[in-house]
């Protein structure tokens, strides 16, 4: 167990250090950030009896073009706020 173990973690910092891995762990993480996030959106609009219907009715419309601009508003303000964090600009 103990064997597997480091194996495991020999294959961990092999893959941090992969420029190609890096690139398919962060495109993972964006898609689970999005799926969290249309989760939320679909959730909050209650769009599931609308999901049967070939189209979205205007209030579902307006709803999840809402949260979906709050969802970037908030995202590029967090963004932003990270960046002056690492460059030490508080």
């Known amino acids: 167990m103990a064997d597997q173990m480091q194996a495991i973690q020999a294959i ?3 893959a941090a250090q992969d420029p190609e891995i890096q ?3 962060a495109q993972a993480q964006f898609k ?4 969290g996030h249309t ?13 049967t219907q070939s189209s979205l009715s205007g209030r579902a419309k307006s709803c999840l073009d809402n949260c979906v601009r709050n969802f970037f508003t908030c995202e590029g303000a967090v963004n932003e706020v990270m960046q002056k964090m690492m460059s030490g600009n508080n």
């Open 39 to 51: 989760d939320r959106c679909w959730e909050k609009c209650n769009l599931g009896k609308e999901a």
């Open 12 to 14: 961990q910092q092999l």
């Open 23 to 25: 690139k398919l762990q």
């Open 32 to 35: 689970s950030v999005i799926h």
